[in-house]
Nanobody, 126 residues
Framework: QVQLVETGGGSVQAGESLRLSCQAS????????MGWFRQAPGKEREFVAS????????DYADSVKGRFAISRDIAMNTVYLQMNSLKPEDTAVYYC???????????????????WGQGTQVTVSS
């Protein structure tokens, strides 16, 4: 089982940037599809971005395409989410998740990911 710890959240103004980090331990992320999800108050947890076990395939929610970028550092066993041009509607708790698979594309529902971090708060004010 891989353990995940997110850092990098905070409060910013609209238009600013943040970079979230997800430090994994216990297993190497090279055997996992890694994902970022978010959950705003009163809303369901939703998919934000994912990167496949090989690093060759990335996927994004339409709402963040062109603004967010997911990446990983195998040597650091860490996944990142670079968030640019932040909007108030990006305000949420952001969660890192892992799915042990060697498929390039996976179902991007929360239920399909087996390991989760504790989350980090991102607040964007207008």
């Amino acid at each position: 089982q891989v353990q995940l710890v997110e850092t990098g959240g905070g409060s910013v103004q609209a238009g600013e940037s943040l970079r979230l980090s997800c430090q994994a331990s216990g297993r190497t992320i090279s055997s996992y599809t890694m994902g970022w999800f978010r959950q705003a108050p009163g809303k369901e947890r939703e998919f934000v971005a994912s990167i496949s076990w090989s690093g060759r395939t990335t996927d994004y929610a339409d709402s963040v395409k062109g603004r967010f970028a997911i990446s990983r550092d195998i040597a650091m066993n860490t996944v990142y989410l670079q968030m640019n041009s932040l909007k108030p509607e990006d305000t949420a708790v952001y969660y890192c998740a892992a799915k042990r698979t060697l498929l390039e594309r996976v179902t991007t529902t929360p239920q399909s990911f087996g390991s989760w971090g504790q989350g980090t708060q991102v607040t964007v004010s207008s």
